[in-house]
């Protein structure tokens, strides 16, 4: 089994800054991409920023240069600095990962989702 536990969120007045944690533990033989994602009320799940195993990352167009995604490949952990906070930022954040693990003599590849994190932006 593997888990993934996320940290770090809470209120911030714009302008303001939070970092997000998210460490995955279990039975992990490689983690593929890492990435965050979030949900405002009412709201799609969108893509906010994402890295792989070998360093390339992407990020979504309204976080590009505010936010910095980041992997601590020893710790199998992936954090989100997210600096010049706004309103609009507001949202469930999730972890994802893309582990791969071992049953046996064969390996096998999943994708598993933190249970999710609040941030919100507010004066």
């Known amino acids: 089994q593997v888990q993934l536990v996320e940290s770090g969120g809470g209120l911030v007045q714009p302008g303001g800054s939070l970092r997000l944690s998210c460490a995955a533990s279990?039975?992990?033989?490689?983690?593929?991409?890492m990435g965050w994602y979030r949900q405002a009320p009412g709201k799609q799940r969108e893509l906010v920023a994402r890295a792989t195993s070998g360093g390339t990352t992407n990020y979504a167009d309204s976080v590009k240069g505010r936010f910095t995604i980041s992997r601590d490949n020893a710790k199998n952990t992936v954090y989100l600095q997210m600096n010049s906070l706004k309103p609009e930022d507001t949202a469930a954040y999730y972890c994802?990962?893309?582990?791969?693990?071992?049953?046996?003599?064969?390996?096998?590849?999943?994708?598993?989702w933190g249970q999710g994190t609040q941030v919100t932006v507010s004066s």
């Open positions: 279990g039975s992990i033989f490689s983690i593929n991409t």
């Open positions: 994802t990962a893309e582990i791969r693990s071992r049953r046996g003599l064969d390996y096998y590849i999943r994708d598993y």
